[in-house]
Nanobody, 125 residues
Framework: QVQLVESGGGLVQAGGSLRLSCDASGSTFSRYHLGWFRQAPGKEREFVAVIRRNDGRTRYADSAKGRFTISRDNARNTVYLQMTSLKPEDTGVYYC??????????????????WGQGTQVTVSS
């Protein structure tokens, strides 16, 4: 069992930066992937980034590549999403999720088994 809690969301102007945190508790997520998804009202949840806890391998959605950075602090059981050059289209509820897939870097919601409650990110123009 893994519990995930996101924090760090808020209102930011376009071009600004924001760092999201995801604190994990419960069972260790060794060999797990930790990912970030986002969802705007009326739209489906979309993949943002994922990191493999063991070796730090990452994968990004095209919309996030070059602007967002996912990282982890295994000692603190925390995963971060550093967002820069934010755009209004980045607005949405951001969710942290855990996957037990070992070799791949999952990008589909169905590949994740534990989810946080989300944190709102709003980017104004």
């Amino acid at each position: 069992q893994v519990q995930l809690v996101e924090s760090g969301g808020g209102l930011v102007q376009a071009g600004g930066s924001l760092r999201l945190s995801c604190d994990a508790s419960g069972s260790t997520f060794s060999r797990y992937h930790l990912g970030w998804f986002r969802q705007a009202p009326g739209k489906e949840r979309e993949f943002v980034a994922v990191i493999r806890r063991n070796d730090g391998r990452t994968r990004y959605a095209d919309s996030a590549k070059g602007r967002f950075t996912i990282s982890r602090d295994n000692a603190r059981n925390t995963v971060y999403l550093q967002m820069t050059s934010l755009k209004p289209e980045d607005t949405g509820v951001y969710y942290c999720a855990s996957s037990n897939m070992v070799l791949s870097l999952p990008s589909f919601s169905s590949e994740y088994d534990y989810w946080g409650q989300g944190t709102q990110v709003t980017v104004s123009s």
